[in-house]
């Protein structure tokens, strides 16, 4: 398994241009939710504009996930100039319209059955912290205020009473450990759709399937991957004071994210495709 990370690294490292579309996209997608924000005021416009977020979104992931894809494979080829692997990694965003035309498709109906999924287990996660743990018995008009800044925040949470305060600690470990279940579970979900079906609805099962099937190894994959964004993120407390150190670190979160990806397609290769040829 640390071969893998240190495979992966290198992976990323020598690619370092799949960064390039994660950058653009996450800029396009600012620039275009603070446009509809201020234009957007009718349901028609409302409804043409998550129609656009949606193409958008499966655009992208069909082209960056075929990308990574690519690197992956890439990966195994012996180089012996610098300059000859360096022109390879460039040529990946050629790849881009590739990409899109063999996965566009099913990253759409991906985002849908994604979104089907999210909004099906927070309900049932609500339901059970709620007959578990029980309500903090508050207004939502009072959460509008506190959800603004952190100031507010801590604020909110110093005038909670002692109950509130026990039950709001149960609430967020229940939180974190059904969004670490979830992200678990569908780990794999895209690679699968990549390396073996296109058929997002099939593809799904199939990831999860191959979760259980090597659950050790996927549970080591997936508890390393924690441990780097919980360190990645107590580092990003402190670089909020200073923008410099700030900006580095949006630098090094966005190379985790590439780092991420790369990872989780590598172990799918590793574990699940090279069987498949042997």
């Known amino acids: 398994m640390i071969k893998l990370f240190k495979t992966a690294f290198g992976i990323t490292y020598y690619n370092i241009i799949l960064a390039t579309p994660l950058v653009l996209f996450l800029v396009i997608i600012s620039m275009y939710m603070g446009f509809s924000k201020s234009t957007v005021d009718t349901l028609p416009e409302m409804l043409l504009s998550g129609f656009t977020l949606w ?10 996930f075929y990308m990574i ?30 990409g899109i035309g063999s996965y566009f498709l099913s990253f759409l109906g991906g985002i849908i059955l994604f979104v089907i999924i999210l909004v099906a287990w927070g309900g049932l996660i609500y339901n059970v912290g709620q007959a578990v743990i029980g309500g903090l018995n508050l207004d939502p008009a009072q959460l ?4 603004s800044s952190i100031q507010e925040l801590s604020i909110f949470i110093e005038n909670l009473s002692p109950e509130q305060l ?7 470990f229940l939180i974190f450990v059904s969004n670490a279940i979830f992200s678990f579970i569908l780990m794999l979900w895209a690679p699968e759709i990549l390396f073996n079906d296109k058929n997002p609805l099939t593809a799904l099962f199939k990831s999860i399937k191959k979760i259980f099937i090597k659950f050790g190894h996927s549970l080591k994959l997936f508890i390393y991957v924690m441990f780097l964004n919980f360190i990645l993120s107590f580092l990003n407390t402190f670089a909020i004071v200073n923008p410099v150190t700030y900006f580095i670190m949006m630098l ?12 989780v397609f590598l172990y799918y290769e590793r574990e699940f495709c090279q069987e498949n040829k042997e």
Do not use: C, N, R
Request: charged letters at 25%.
């Open 55 to 64: 193409f958008m979104f499966g655009a992208f992931f069909a082209a960056w």
């Open 69 to 98: 894809k690519k690197a992956v494979e890439g990966s195994k080829s012996i180089y012996i100039l610098d300059e000859d692997q360096a022109k390879d990694s460039f040529k990946l965003l050629k790849e881009i319209p590739t």
């Open 144 to 147: 509008k205020e506190p959800l």
């Open 166 to 172: 026990i039950k709001l600690s149960h609430w967020s």
């Open 252 to 263: 090094v979160y966005f190379y985790f994210l590439v780092y991420l990806v790369v990872l």
